[in-house]
């Protein structure tokens, strides 16, 4: 038996992550496996609740389950108040470090029968298949010293990396560049930066020395956010670091036509945490409106990386796939004829049973 921990968050997190899981308990159905889930409460729903936003009860049931399925976290009244001094995003940093997640990767794939719902054109975006693997819990969203001047009319932040957390996250991206394509894209800002030159040098390093079969690539952040609209196709396996990879991995959503497609996971050297790239969309909450796809396709995620379930993984993007073909689609996708997120959930959960009858 596997033990999953539920967080389903704030926003639409709760509606997404009910659909995932009843693409799990399909595969569980047709594959004779075994999940228990454990809910717990992270972000706004828990400063509501216990006023922190990742209580240690949450952390307790994170550290004891095999993987993490993961919804949004986010709430107006916190955005909306630069003020607040407990905020919903603290318990995402937080959970990131305390759980060692330091790697997050973000596969972006085009789907045919979607590429008229891009806001590129369809010949740009035919066969991009790349991934993206971004540095989670270093530079300057944790680094040391920052904060506001005395009089409050300077603020600072520090960017700051080891070569051991640079190579960490390099392994990973290393190893899924061997068993793809066989090419590896750096992206930097090594001509201004003291920590992507740093970047750089270990990476090459360590390229040479353990990966010498994979070419790689170097290429400065601008002109990488220029060539991901211009020619998206060219890339296969990006890595970079922790600011850089949060803009890069949100401008390539646009690729696909929608962020309700985009899965990630969050890993490390224990657990993993799979989540939809998407926020918690408070406006589309409790409207049955909200676009399942991405956290379904995190579920896959975690059954082939936290699990090593590759059939069963295949199994949940097949019927994706299905769906998206026959247009069973939120309106995110298709405005004029659409159906709810609980009926997009029941319909992939519906094709995965299938596979008993096939």
Same mark, same amino acid.
């Given at each position: 038996?596997?033990? &999953? ?19 799990? $308990? ?11 889930y454990k809910e717990a409460l992270v972000g ?6 216990? #006023? $922190?936003?990742?209580?240690? *009860?949450?952390?307790?049931? +994170? ?9 949004? %976290? ?11 001094? /407990? ?15 330091? +790697?997050? %990767? ?32 270093? #530079? ?10 005395? =009089?409050?009319?300077?603020?600072? $932040? ?28 750096? &992206? ?6 003291? !920590? ?34 211009? =020619?998206?196709?060219?890339? $296969?396996v990006c890595l970079t670091g922790n600011m ?11 690729? !696909?036509g929608s962020l309700g497609l985009l899965p ?10 799979? *989540? ?14 909200? =676009?399942? /796809? ?49 009926? /997009? ?6 094709? &995965? ?6």
């Amino acid at each position: 038996m596997k033990k &999953i921990a539920v967080l389903p968050g704030d926003g639409i997190g709760p509606e997404v992550v009910k659909q995932a899981i009843k693409a799990l $308990d399909a595969v569980a159905e047709v594959y004779n496996h075994e999940f228990e889930y454990k809910e717990a409460l992270v972000g706004a729903s828990a400063i509501d609740a216990v #006023g $922190d936003p990742f209580p240690a *009860e949450t952390q307790e049931v +994170c550290e004891t389950s095999d993987a993490i399925l993961f919804g949004a %976290i986010g709430d107006p009244k916190y955005d909306n108040d630069p003020k607040a001094k /407990v905020r919903p995003e603290q318990g995402l940093l937080r959970m990131r470090k305390v759980l060692g997640l330091f +790697c997050n %990767i973000r596969p972006v794939t085009s789907y045919k029968i979607l590429e008229n719902a891009s806001p590129l054109k369809p010949e740009i975006i035919s066969g991009v298949d790349f991934v993206v693997f971004r540095e989670l819990t270093g #530079g300057i969203y944790f680094g040391e010293p920052r904060g506001r001047s005395e =009089n409050g009319e300077t603020a600072f $932040d520090s960017m700051v990396y080891s070569k051991e957390e640079i190579k960490r996250v390099s392994r990973f991206a290393f190893e899924a560049a061997g068993r793809r394509k066989k090419k590896l894209t750096l &992206i930097d800002k090594a001509n201004v930066l003291a !920590t992507s030159r740093l970047w750089r040098e270990t990476v090459k390093e360590l390229g040479e020395a353990e990966y010498p079969e994979i070419e790689i690539e170097y290429i400065f952040v601008d002109n990488a956010a220029m060539q991901m609209i211009q =020619n998206p196709a060219q890339f $296969d396996v990006c890595l970079t670091g922790n600011m850089f990879g949060d803009i890069i991995t949100d401008e390539a959503s646009v690729i !696909t036509g929608s962020l309700g497609l985009l899965p990630s996971a969050s890993v490390g050297n224990k657990i993993g945490l799979y *989540e939809p790239i998407h926020g918690s969309f408070p406006q589309g909450a409790g409207k049955n409106i909200a =676009n399942p /796809v991405a956290t379904i396709l995190s579920a896959a995620m975690l059954l082939e990386t936290s699990f090593g379930m590759a059939e069963e993984a295949k199994s949940i993007r097949d019927a994706v796939e299905q769906t998206l073909n026959e247009s069973i689609v939120t309106p995110d996708i298709k405005a004029e004829k659409h159906y709810t997120t609980e009926e /997009v959930g029941d319909a992939i959960a519906e094709i &995965i049973k299938q596979k008993v009858s096939a």
